[in-house]
């Protein structure tokens, strides 16, 4: 029996990003379509991208976030994506060509996999009900390196988030962290 795919948006802390959230996974993990030519792999961003007003896709789970163009209004546009995003997940359009690998296991020193681990289980959970994506990238001299990917990427807010959220968390929790920097895109 088919289900029947409810689209519900979301607005997030980026004014430029909405979450589109549907009611089937549509992808284990996430993965991020910051422009029209990354997302050569995935079906379904590619349609997205043939809309003149988005300028990013960004999957996890259950949601889409879209990122618009600044020209672009959410009041013109929002409803023209529910309904795409719906007929797109009925038709089960793919998000990628290929099935993701499954996460590797956390690597490092003791320090690098309390890291990661912390910002798997606290941080990445919040990220994500915000539209967004983190990844660790390194930890060294004290500096933990994350990539904001989704929402996250370009979002007025994001810096306060790392600095007065995740810094302070992860120094609570790993006596040698003193600083976390995220990773231009």
């Known amino acids: 029996m088919a289900i029947n795919i409810n689209v519900y948006t979301e607005s997030t802390p980026n004014p430029a990003t909405m979450k589109f959230l549907v009611n089937k996974l549509l992808i284990n993990g996430s993965v991020d379509f910051p422009t029209k030519e990354s997302a050569e792999a995935s079906p379904f961003a590619k349609e997205l991208f043939k809309f003149n007003f988005v300028n990013g896709v960004f999957f996890a789970s259950n949601f889409v976030t879209i990122t618009k163009s600044e020209d672009a209004?959410?009041?013109?546009?929002?409803?023209?994506?529910?309904?795409?995003?719906?007929?797109?997940?009925?038709?089960?359009?793919?998000?990628?060509?290929?099935?993701?690998?499954e996460a590797p296991a956390f690597e490092g020193s003791e320090q690098e996999i309390k890291i990661q681990q912390i910002l798997h289980d606290y941080v990445r959970?919040?990220?994500?009900?915000?539209?967004?994506?983190?990844?660790?990238?390194?930890?060294?001299?004290?500096?933990v390196t994350v990539e904001l990917r989704g929402s996250c990427s370009g979002c007025p807010s994001s810096?306060?988030?790392?600095?007065?959220?995740?810094?302070?968390?992860?120094?609570?929790?790993?006596?040698?962290?003193q600083e976390v920097v995220s990773e231009a895109l």
């Open 73 to 101: 209004n959410w009041a013109d546009i929002e409803q023209i994506l529910k309904e795409f995003v719906k007929g797109a997940v009925e038709s089960e359009l793919k998000v990628q060509e290929k099935a993701q690998e």
């Open 159 to 177: 810096t306060y988030t790392l600095k007065a959220g995740i810094e302070n968390l992860l120094k609570r929790m790993v006596p040698e962290v």
């Open 125 to 143: 959970p919040a990220v994500e009900q915000d539209g967004g994506a983190i990844s660790y990238k390194s930890f060294e001299n004290g500096i």
